[in-house]
């Protein structure tokens, strides 16, 4: 399997070009992660706008280059009826997105239908943590929205689910792995602080979104996490604990 | 056209007024600036409280000094009602109140028509970046929360719309404009960082209601614009990227 | 009356225990303060999952090893209903919880009813500012979600409320008081800061949470005040502002 790291050339081009583009992301997204996310795509140049305020669902899916849902958005006064209608606009005016089913397979089922009914819109990349992934796939989930396995454990769980659902499948953990079937790669780095900052998953998703909107989702997957990884490792070099790590983290991404 | 800066004794003295009094200020708003729009205040000695929680929008703004109302609020659990039923009890109850139509124009119909309705219940001061302001005078909107003009471009849309609403009309941008009709006046001043970090927007709306609270809407919009510019350069100058400006951005609210 | 600091063994004792068994804390709260509130649990070692999605109110309290209600989240998408759900799978899971009773008494009867009905469900622990906790007592509450008392002048009301309820009772103030309605005891501490940064409040009752998980309910809610008196007086010390803080805050949580 090939690692891929922020030396990739491949991965710095599609930094420059969401840079260079200022891409609009739109997402439906939680209120926990929604500060942290908007900042982060802020930090790398794309323009969020998040929510499903009324008509928004509807329109900004559309004229957005790169969209993301997140399923604890669900918590945040979007219906389950919004997503849907956001992941099908998406779908209907070519606008890549990611699913990001957080804490799915963590004991409520209600919630897992809505996860399971948005995969039909033809998301372009999956991102999760490994017991999200691994209840996707039809196995046991985690506890709350965290997991209770390490990303290692289900890689070949990533490559299955990626070519049974057509889309690019990523997991993070303390290494990432990325899926689109075929081939699979690896992205190591970060920081044993990112676990510890309430967020950082959700906005990694966000993060795919800003990248599919300059290139292909395996390319755009790989270099979210590449530079998520390469952020989160400068900046848990310089932090004093988990709060100077959030805030040096969003520096670092800023001046990546 | 008149230029204001910290250096001018009306803005100190409405800060120390509002340090002094520590007016309670209620607001709707939305879940991704509603953490530094509470900060914000909070630095500048306003006692804030946000939200639609069950009979919140019929009595709050009625106890509070000074009220804000930012569109986006749509998306975290206030409804088109809630909204109205805030504006107008704020009407009803004397209660000088600001208006922030983020992303009005944007490509939301649903949407802009209660930005509109809003206007009924008479703001004393509405603020935006130059693409809202462009869309409320019946021109173009931006693309998502974002602005696609420059705030130098609706100089003139600024002095109109406030002639038209009979309100204060403030437009950010690298310079301000802010106009009742009559008078506009130009503030200078913030950070390059300021557009790279959520929430710098629909916090302003925010401490404009906390020196509504204090002194006439034409000043308090004065007062809350130089006061943001000057944090905003003072913190500009001494962060190393996104992450550490938002703090530093705080900080200085809280010292100036 | 007793005062109880950092030096007590017992509240090392119950944190080294938070640490190493890293409960799974559900919660309930508003978007203001969520995004500190999960940081504060993960900070300790806890694993918070906030939220109302489908399903979430009647499964996740079951699970958890505890539970906290903040009234203010009647603001962010979760219904009285659902409060009173996640009250009730609690309840019945014997899942230990925290009431925050946010802004009762301060004008607003509709919601102070849904306070008053979780109050039915036994809660734990209810923590509060003093106007709060005079207002569930019977008397007049704040203004906002402020105090229009200080911390001092209810310690009577503390300890009448506690044994009444047959709860333990925590107020916060510049010295915090706790009770079981047999003994009460003080936590000096703190920061001159935390009252001007927002969420510190509602991120209190988060972590009051995460020490019901390992103890009983009097001991956690000390454990849980001194432990944020600790950090807070620390993070007091080297801070410039407020926004510098907040960081230092959860740095300081995160190294203890």
Redesign the interface.
Known sequence: MDTITWADETVRADLAAVREQSP?I?GLT???????S??AL??LGA??????????T???PA??SGVFIN??S?????T?EQLLEAAATAQAAGTPWVLDPV?VG??????DE?MTALLAHKPSIIRGNASEVAALAGGAGG????STLDSSEVVDVVAQLASQLGAVVAVSGPVDYISDGTRTVAVPGGSAFM?????TGCSLGAVNAAFLAVTNPFDAAVAAHVVYAEAGERAGARS?????F??????????L
Chains 1, 2, 3 share one sequence.
């Not at 669900?74 to 979007?78: E, N, R, T, W």
């Not at 959030?246 to 001046?255: P, R, T, Y």
């Open positions: 609009f739109y939680n209120f926990v992660a929604a500060n942290l908007a900042n802020l930090a323009g969020p706008a998040f929510g499903a305020a009324p008509g928004w509807a329109s900004f004229g957005a399923g604890a669900l918590m945040s006064a979007a389950p804490a963590a004991g409520a089922p209600a919630y809505v506890s709350g929205v965290d676990p510890r900052v309430t967020g004093t604990g988990t709060g100077s959030a805030v040096a983290f969003v520096d670092e991404l800023s001046n």
